[in-house]
C-alpha cells in the first residue's frame, strides 16, 4: 500500500518498514510498523506488545536499526520502553 501511487503518500506518513538485526539470532528482520515523527526523534507505539517481540531486540540500551522516511532509508539508534500499564514505546533518534 505504501508504494501505491493512489494511497502511498498518505499512507507513508504514518507508516514505515523498520530493519533491524535480531540479538540473539544475528539474522536482519524488516517489519513494517505505524510511528509519530517529531524532527530527529521517531516514536513508535507498540500495538499488543506481549504478542509481538521484535521490540524486544530495544530493551536497555537499545539498538541500530533503519527505517524508511519520505523514501529514504535512514539509520538511527532505538530504545524501548514498557510503562506501568504495559505499554511499549520504541524511540528512535535519528543519525545526522
Do not use: C
Not at 47 to 56: G, L, N, S
Not at 74 to 79: D, I, K, T, Y
Amino acid at each position: 500500500m505504501r508504494s501505491s501511487p493512489r494511497w502511498g503518500r498518505l499512507l507513508s506518513r504514518h507508516l514505515t518498514v523498520v530493519t533491524y538485526t535480531g540479538r540473539r539470532s544475528g539474522r536482519t528482520f524488516s517489519t513494517p510498523v505505524a510511528f509519530r515523527r517529531a524532527a530527529d526523534t521517531v516514536t513508535i507505539g507498540v500495538q499488543f506488545p506481549d504478542a509481538k517481540t521484535w521490540w524486544r531486540n530495544f530493551l536497555g540500551e537499545g539498538g541500530p536499526l533503519s527505517l524508511q522516511l519520505e523514501g529514504v532509508d535512514r539509520a538511527g539508534h532505538a530504545v524501548a520502553r514498557r510503562d506501568e500499564a504495559g505499554r511499549v514505546t520504541v524511540t528512535v533518534r535519528l543519525d545526522g
